[in-house]
């Protein structure tokens, strides 16, 4: 070969466009990646985002769940409640009420109430809690001869599950209840939901939802069974559309904003024993002293939240089934 002296040998050429390339690729490597013309992260054929694999589990979690606790492994004690957020879950048993509000107070003589409140009338026992109709005492400044029980709770609750374990009472006159409510009283309009037994036929239930003072999705089913005669599992689900009522884990009724308005104001949970007026719907009082309402579970799960509830601690002896709900509808 003829040498060349302006390039050298052809070793040397050879030598010189190797190191060019080698200094080329670095270049590209080294400065190309922060000049991308797409800011988009890249993305993993599996469709993780690598520029954020490290952090955006973590991130999400903080968002959905800020407050959330992990739920504790012991057992629960009786009449313990055990919070997470706002969720809540209350296991009634022989200590004395704690969180919540046991009602003493005289009943409007205008109205549909035929009994007081009192607290001697709510007891917590191994049994759970019971709400009794007993007599009162002469020296009650009252036109009622008769009191209930009443519990309600602290706080106001939203969107989400309620549920609770219940035997009500059966007795002509009474009414047993499970809802929530707020009203005028505490500068709220009047929303509610209700799971309610009248006393004169305990073989029926009743649903009702209130707003703004005015009933939408009004429901009574004939159960397959006695519900004084047992424990069972009532609760409904509260979206801004829509209520679904169950029982025993099965829905049963349910109302939405297409054809009704349901509730949207924060309100406390209430369960109660009283005797009425209304001796059409609940029958004339001729139930004895010492009927009784009981309870033992209630609990609140948030939208958005997890933890234990009634459900999960509770199996009825005689549940509902499937074609008992389809043929109620």
């Not at 922060?34 to 952090?55: F, K, L, M, Q, Y």
């Not at 599992?233 to 009704?260: C, K, N, Q």
């Not at 609140?300 to 933890?307: C, K, V, W």
Request: hydrophobic share 35%; charged share 25%.
């Amino acid at each position: 070969m003829k040498k060349n002296p302006q390039y050298g040998r052809p070793q040397d050429d050879v030598i010189v466009l190797a190191v060019l390339v080698v200094i080329c690729t670095l270049g590209i490597f080294l400065v190309g990646e922060p000049h991308r013309s797409d800011p988009s992260p890249r993305a993993d054929t599996d469709g993780v985002d690598t520029a954020r694999r490290d952090v955006a589990p973590v991130s999400v979690a903080i968002a959905l769940k800020p407050d959330l606790k992990a739920p504790m492994a012991r057992p629960l004690g009786p009449s313990e409640t055990l919070t997470s957020g706002s969720s809540f879950i209350t296991v009634f048993g022989d200590r004395e009420l704690q969180t919540w509000l046991v009602a003493d107070r005289t009943s409007p003589t205008i109205g549909f109430w035929r009994s007081d409140f009192r607290r001697a009338q709510a007891h917590a026992d191994a049994n759970g809690l019971r709400l009794s109709m007993g007599r009162q005492t002469d020296e009650a400044d009252t036109p009622y001869p008769w009191a209930g029980g009443e519990v309600r709770s602290t706080q106001k609750y939203g969107y989400g599950r309620y549920d609770v374990v219940m035997k009500p009472a059966r007795g002509s006159g009474l009414v047993s209840a499970f809802f929530t409510y707020t009203g005028p009283e505490s500068g709220d309009p009047h929303d509610e939901i209700d799971i309610e037994f009248v006393g004169n036929n305990t073989r029926k239930v009743e649903f009702n939802a209130w707003r703004s003072g005015r009933s939408y999705g009004a429901k009574t089913l004939t159960l397959p069974f006695d519900a004084a005669d047992a424990f069972h599992l009532y609760g409904f689900e509260w979206h801004p559309d829509s209520v679904t009522w169950f029982i025993d884990g099965l829905p049963v009724h349910r109302v939405d904003a297409i054809e009704s308005k349901p509730p949207r104001t924060p309100a406390h949970v209430f369960f109660n024993l009283w005797a009425g007026k209304m001796n059409g719907w609940h029958g004339p009082p001729r139930f004895r002293e010492g009927a009784a309402a009981d309870y033992a579970c209630v609990s609140f799960q948030a939208t958005g939240e997890s933890g234990r509830t009634c459900a999960d601690l509770f199996r009825a002896r005689d549940p509902l089934t499937p074609d008992w709900v389809i043929a109620q509808d």
